[in-house]
């Protein structure tokens, strides 16, 4: 009976052309969906280096093109981002880069956040910098806002007091 039940169901789903779940749609690697991106080639074509800051306020983090070249690891678009203007304490956990480059995720490699944090810190930022999320807080509002953050590595974010 469940074998049947799967044929039909098959069937259905084949012989019914006029159907278009979006559950089934692709989504697109853009500035206005940089959750889609893939990889570095994908980001690389989806930035506007026109507005260096694009992004969307998602689950906790801001999701720009800095933040998800961070994701991916494309620390080179990062830098063609801030050279355009993109603000390097922006994007990522609770739209702070600093935040995000002191936790694990996604890399959970030291050595590489190490670098992300690298590249942050000569781009000038400190904890005290304004981002763009919102009411431009700085990480050091959002360090005692939430203060049941506890970073991964707590000397990348010491880094940033400035």
């Avoid at 991106?37 to 969307?56: F, H, I, R, T, Y």
């Avoid at 933040?67 to 390097?88: D, E, F, Q, R, W």
Wanted: hydrophobic content about 40%; charged content about 20%; proline content about 5%.
């Amino acid at each position: 009976m469940t074998k049947r039940l799967l044929i039909a169901l098959a069937s259905f789903t084949l012989l019914n052309t006029n159907a278009s779940p979006t559950w089934a749609q692709a989504r697109i690697c853009t500035s206005s969906d940089f959750q889609a991106c893939k990889s570095c080639a994908q980001l690389e074509a989806a930035v506007d280096l026109k507005q260096p800051n694009a992004g969307d306020y998602y689950r906790g983090a801001e999701w720009n093109g800095l933040y998800t070249a961070y994701v991916l690891n494309c620390p080179i678009i990062a830098a063609k981002l801030i050279k355009a203007g993109a603000n390097p304490s922006s994007g990522g956990l609770f739209g702070s880069m600093i935040m995000t480059v002191a936790d694990k995720w996604p890399h959970n490699n030291k050595r590489v956040n190490d670098a992300w944090a690298a590249l942050l810190f000569v781009s000038g930022v400190g904890l005290n910098t304004p981002l763009n999320e919102g009411e431009k807080k700085s990480t050091k509002e959002i360090l005692v806002e939430e203060s049941s953050y506890k970073p991964a590595y707590p000397d990348l974010l010491n880094l940033f007091q400035r």
